[in-house]
């Protein structure tokens, strides 16, 4: 089982939906990354987030500390939004290292 | 900021020979991740250097080094390529490790 788990690994969505993408971790964190890779390319992160919620522009994260989930949702979708979405775990060991545990991904595709 | 540049953007490798990949850190980060995205895998972390050491290793044999400049600039190195080398690898860099990551778009290595 992976230390950080997404939900669902492939989503279709028409233009306009509001789409959430799921994140579950079972290990102790400082702070929960969601990321955006489009195909062949490099990463965008699109927000780092330790508790609560942050929203910027059409894109919401929200994480629950206490059950080791996060969310990312996306309103009124737009085909532009397709990409893979993915969650990754800064980890809390308590070191100096603050590596990223990556989940596998989300990939998203919204239709016109 | 300049954000996280990556060179090469593509390379091709013959088995058993030896690479180095480079990665510009943003202006003002001291820390820099590398990960290996094996294609349609997340990323798995290599290493981590913090103002020239390394102080954070994943599970990579010996053969994958690196090295970060007094300018912050990091080079990956890998020696005896094997087929399952190849993959993306990108480069993170972050203010002490704490804050979010900015990555690079990646080098796409293709050991034959």
């Known amino acids: 089982k992976n230390e950080v788990e997404q939900s669902p690994q492939n989503l279709t969505a028409q233009e306009g939906e509001f789409i959430t993408i799921n994140c579950s971790y079972s290990v102790g964190i400082s702070a929960l990354h969601w990321l955006q890779q489009h195909p062949g390319g490099g990463i965008v992160s699109l927000f780092m987030l330790s508790s609560g919620k942050k929203k910027h522009g059409r894109l919401i994260a929200t994480i629950n500390i206490q059950e080791k989930h996060s969310s990312l949702h996306i309103t009124a979708s737009h085909p532009r939004d397709s990409a893979v979405y993915i969650c990754a775990a800064t980890d809390d060991y308590g070191g100096a290292t603050n590596k990223l545990i990556f989940g596998t991904g989300t990939l998203l595709a919204v239709q016109p | 900021e300049t954000g996280v540049t990556q060179s090469p953007t593509h390379l091709i490798k013959t088995r058993g020979q030896q690479v180095t990949l480079r990665c510009s850190s943003q202006s003002g980060h001291n820390t820099v991740s590398w990960y290996q995205q094996a294609l349609g895998q997340g990323p798995q972390f290599i290493f981590q250097?913090?103002?020239?050491?390394?102080?954070g290793r994943g599970n990579f044999p010996p053969r994958f080094s690196g090295l970060q400049f007094p300018n912050y600039s990091s080079e990956l190195n890998v020696n005896a390529l094997e087929l399952d080398d190849s993959a993306l690898y990108l480069c993170a860099s972050s203010s002490d490790g704490i804050y979010g990551y900015t990555f690079g778009s990646g080098t796409r290595l293709t050991v034959v």
């Open positions: 250097y913090y103002r020239e050491e390394e102080n």
